[in-house]
């Protein structure tokens, strides 16, 4: 079965195609913002986002890496705000607890940079999740860094997800049993000729 179809190999095979995470987070019970990880002002799926880098470096953005969550994991994704003016930051310090647990959806799609054209895939949601309480750091004289992670909904149980199939409880449930032994464990091959 292929994933893409041919009208998404003709977008992805233009020289200026860029991913695009957007990010859209609940304020209050009336308000939302939705933010992208790149500069300026777009309007994608009918919403207008911000963008959260600036290129001649006063702000930067950083989304870190998004993993496929695997059974017994849940998905996260960092957000990081590099040389945020003062302003912002009280603004985020005097909001955190009202941030905190806010709901947030984490979007992906691919964006043709010349034209600003969006990828005919459109908007992907990766995962429905809330926002945790932004974290400032001080590095230096004025160099500011906030900090947000979005986290799924099932990121913080005290309990892998699907725990029921690790190996140690299928040893519980079957002693002696080797079915799920390599579950969730990374299986590197060494192949000798």
Request: hydrophobic share 35%; proline share 4%; net charge neutral.
């Amino acid at each position: 079965m292929t994933q893409f179809t041919e009208t998404d190999v003709e977008f992805l095979r233009r020289p200026h195609v860029a991913k695009l995470w957007l990010f859209e987070i609940e304020l209050t019970d009336s308000s939302t913002w939705r933010v992208h990880g790149g500069a300026g002002r777009v309007t994608l799926g009918g919403y207008e986002w911000q963008g959260v880098s600036d290129p001649l470096g006063r702000q930067l953005v950083q989304v870190g890496t998004v993993t496929d969550p695997r059974f017994g994991q849940a998905a996260k994704v960092d957000i990081v705000l590099s040389g945020a003016n003062a302003e912002f930051v009280k603004s985020v310090k005097a909001n955190a607890r009202d941030m905190e647990g806010r709901a947030c959806n984490a979007y992906f799609t691919l964006i043709d940079q010349e034209t600003f054209e969006m990828w005919p895939g459109g908007l992907k949601k990766l995962f429905p999740g809330y926002v945790s309480a932004p974290k400032i750091y001080r590095q230096g004289v004025g160099t500011r860094t906030v900090s947000i992670t979005v986290e799924s909904l099932w990121h913080s149980q005290n309990f892998p997800f699907g725990g029921y199939w690790t190996y140690s409880s299928q040893l519980r449930r079957h002693p002696g049993d080797k079915g799920l032994q390599y579950a969730g464990v990374d299986i590197q091959e060494i192949i000798r000729a």
